[in-house]
């Protein structure tokens, strides 16, 4: 955030590495400092960022004895552990964000803590961050080219939410996910008979205990294909959400899915037919895949519910559109976005082959666990309101219907799929869809995730 100091509304303080005896308006007890972790060296260095800026993280406080910490992790997976440092230290992070100078950093802090080592003590955390990978700097960049390049190396994405999510055994898993079936048959909709060939579904991406019929429902739409399981090869292209991808608006990934019922091969040639029209952008951030469940779980219930039937997998993960609402754009007028549609369905024209689309998204998360008051009747009513205003317009075909749906309300109820179903209609362009399901999973702590189930041909 940039800063003005005259208008502060109140004298700040901001605690520094370093920082020994308390200045004169402070008192001891009220002087902790930024506690580095163990083994962290403050060395002299000269290729700090001018404008330094944090990366893309995540911060929780947590409490350990007496003492407040600021736990950090890594979303991208290029640090291997958190990284924890003193609560104090949040106050001069949230500075780094590119606007602010070092030297506009330093005589900050040497004015709020009138200590005329404010320069040093900035420059050795600044540095420290640096070193610890935290900073969008040339230093992460190169780290983070490494990893990405071991990384896409890998044939085969272990799954990452096995033995978590979902049993690690295959027995287990199977008479888990075969429950869900089961409850899944019992889901009936009053709807007209099914396309013989969906063209697309949408499904959830929610934890299995919760949604797992809801999952379920939809690929039992698969089984109206005359021929199943001995049909022909079937393609599956699966527009999942990017929990963890920053700065971006897609991943690719060429790896096969591992599952406990065996692999679920993923269409490289597919694959690699759309990422020569994306170019290096493709790659990007395809470590966001490493550890993201929305397509692992799809890929999941595929495999056991069709284990003789020959499909393969195109996983792409798409981020959200918050950015165009600040911007005050739409995704038409978006290239990157673009370019992944038409590269989608340019792809899919010259291959052919059986193809259906999948969106695993969730619908709207709201409630006191995402910062919100406890929910009422009421709120709950407007929740289901604003979701099947979207969902009609999705059910129709309109991915410009469902963008503006949400858009129109700022996406006040933070729906987890935005993007992702945006690019699976636009991508498969089907006719009119059919609602299979649509429920609100509600948590005992006055919060809810609302999920659904759709089918088109």
């Given at each position: 955030m940039p800063i003005d100091p005259p208008s502060r509304s109140r004298p700040g303080r901001i605690i520094v590495p370093g920082a020994g005896a308390p200045t004169d308006d402070v008192e001891a007890s009220e002087a902790p400092r930024i506690v580095l972790p163990p083994g962290a060296t403050r060395e002299e260095?000269?290729?700090?960022?001018?404008?330094?800026?944090?990366?893309?993280l995540e911060m929780i406080p947590i409490r350990e004895g007496d003492r407040d910490y600021l736990l950090v992790t890594d979303p991208t997976g290029v640090l291997s552990s958190p990284v924890a440092l003193g609560l104090e230290a949040l106050e001069l992070m949230q500075l780094l964000d590119g606007s602010v100078s070092l030297n506009e950093l330093s005589t900050l802090v040497a004015r709020e803590s009138k200590d005329i080592r404010a320069a040093?003590?900035?420059r050795d955390?600044?540095?420290?961050l640096d070193r610890l990978l935290l900073l969008d700097s040339p230093r992460y960049e190169e780290a983070f080219a490494q990893v990405r390049k071991a990384y896409h190396a890998l044939e085969i994405r272990p799954a990452a939410l096995e033995g978590v999510s979902y049993p690690a055994d295959p027995r287990e898993a199977g008479t888990l996910l075969g429950r869900h079936f089961e409850e899944a048959q019992k889901l009936h909709d009053g709807g007209p008979s099914a396309a013989v060939k969906p063209r697309a579904l949408l499904v959830p991406h929610l934890d299995l205990r919760r949604a797992g019929k809801a999952i379920a429902r939809g690929y039992l739409e698969l089984?109206?294909?005359?021929?199943?399981?001995?049909?022909?090869?079937l393609r599956v292209i699966v527009f999942g959400v990017g929990h963890a991808l920053f700065g971006d608006w897609f991943a690719l990934?060429?790896?096969?899915?591992e599952t406990p019922f065996g692999k679920l091969p993923c269409d490289t040639a597919f694959v690699d037919a759309v990422a020569s029209r994306l170019g290096d952008q493709a790659w990007r951030s395809e470590l966001a895949h490493r550890d993201e469940h929305s397509i692992e779980f799809q890929a999941l219930y595929v495999r056991h519910r069709f284990p003789d039937r020959a499909m393969t997998l195109v996983p792409i993960l798409c981020g959200g559109f918050h950015a165009l609402l600040d911007q005050g754009r739409g995704p038409r007028e978006t290239e990157p976005i673009e370019n992944l549609i038409q590269a989608v369905r340019d792809t899919e024209r010259d291959m052919g082959g059986d193809t259906v689309y999948v969106a695993s998204v969730d619908l709207s998360h709201v409630g006191t666990r995402f910062g919100d008051p406890a929910l009422d009747d009421r709120t709950h009513g407007e929740v289901e309101d604003k979701d099947r205003t979207a969902l009609e317009a999705a059910r129709r075909g309109d991915a410009d219907g469902w963008h503006a749906a949400i858009a129109s309300h700022q996406d006040s109820t933070r729906i987890c799929g935005w993007g992702a179903t945006y690019a699976m209609l636009r991508c498969a362009e089907p006719g009119e869809g059919r609602l299979l399901h649509y429920e609100q999973s509600r948590e005992n702590n006055g919060s809810l995730v609302s999920v659904a189930t759709l089918v088109w041909p």
């Open positions: 260095s000269d290729d700090l960022p001018e404008y330094p800026r944090l990366r893309p040093r003590f900035v955390f600044v540095a420290q089984e109206r294909d005359p021929g199943a399981p001995s049909a022909g090869s990934t060429r790896k096969h899915f």
